[in-house]
């Protein structure tokens, strides 16, 4: 990896400009050329460096849901049940872990209610039965990796890593989501690689470049955005392992250690 993909990666993985030409901007802070920096860009998605480039979004703060659910799938069958767990729209993630639970998968849905019907749907597809392990609060998930420097960017104490604003009342949510709502669909797979990707966003949507930028700008000021900018794939930068770890711990201490653990750095959720 050169130096101006190492710089890339680590400086933007947030804040990316709201501006006439960000990437401009971009080279400027990198003392490169724009077309450089569009390059780069490209080629660190072309080969899985980075795993997507533009918004964030906090599903929740739509009016969404997301949980964690496991099953317990026996060993013949676990490449026929990975397929058909995979083959919902609403599993973002699946992952076989060293546990009795040998398969879990992270489901987002539009709404809370569709939660439920997402679970039930699965375990009649797979035959088996689906654990449900809702959120109930989020201490830390800011997670920024440093290439080759084997840590996480952004951790210190837990005053720094506050929780998240509570999600919209329910009338301005649905007002934010359905006015805002064509240009969500159009960034979820990222932001055009053109010197002026919101100009290209705004032919898309039969609007102008500064509705676009006031949108998104709206919807990084409701939560709705975490942020806007590169996220990188942690393996092809150098971190060698990823695991995922679990406490029982009293109900009384839970909002304690979860500030406590959240603050620890190697922590990404």
């Known amino acids: 990896m050169n130096e101006l993909s190492r710089r890339l990666i680590d400086g933007w993985q947030g804040g990316f400009p709201l501006c006439e030409r960000p990437f401009a901007v971009v080279a400027e802070q990198l003392k490169a050329s724009e077309d450089a920096v569009l390059q780069t860009v490209r080629e660190l998605l072309a080969d ?18 997301f949980s964690l659910a496991a099953v317990q799938a026996p060993e013949a069958e676990f490449e026929r049940i990975a397929a058909i767990v995979n083959g919902f729209p609403e599993v973002a993630h699946n992952y076989r872990r060293n546990h009795a639970f040998n398969m879990w998968f992270v489901l987002a849905t539009e709404t809370p209610a569709g939660m439920n019907d997402t ?9 088996l039965p689906v654990f449900n392990f809702p959120k109930e609060r989020e201490y830390f998930i800011e997670a920024r990796f440093s290439v080759g420097a084997g840590r996480i960017q952004g951790s210190g104490s837990p005053a720094q890593h506050p929780s998240p604003p509570a999600p919209l009342p329910q009338g301005e949510t649905g ?15 990222g932001l055009p ?7 290209a966003l ?15 700008q709206a919807l990084l000021d409701a939560g709705a955005i975490r942020r806007i900018g590169v996220v990188p794939n942690h393996y092809r930068i ?22 406590r653990v959240g603050a620890l750095e190697f922590v990404t959720h």
């Open 48 to 65: 899985g460096t980075l795993t997507r480039f533009g918004p964030l979004y906090q599903i929740e703060r739509l009016g969404g849901a």
């Open 119 to 127: 679970v039930e749907r699965i375990a009649a597809a797979t035959g």
């Open 175 to 189: 007002v934010v989501v359905q006015a805002l709502r064509p240009l969500i669909l159009a960034t979820q797979a």
């Open 193 to 199: 690689l053109t010197p002026q990707p919101y100009h």
């Open 202 to 216: 705004a032919t898309q949507l039969g609007s102008d470049a500064e509705t676009v930028m006031a949108g998104l």
């Open 238 to 259: 150098g971190y060698a392992a990823n695991g995922m770890t679990v406490w029982d711990v009293a109900d009384a201490k839970v909002d304690e250690l979860g500030e």
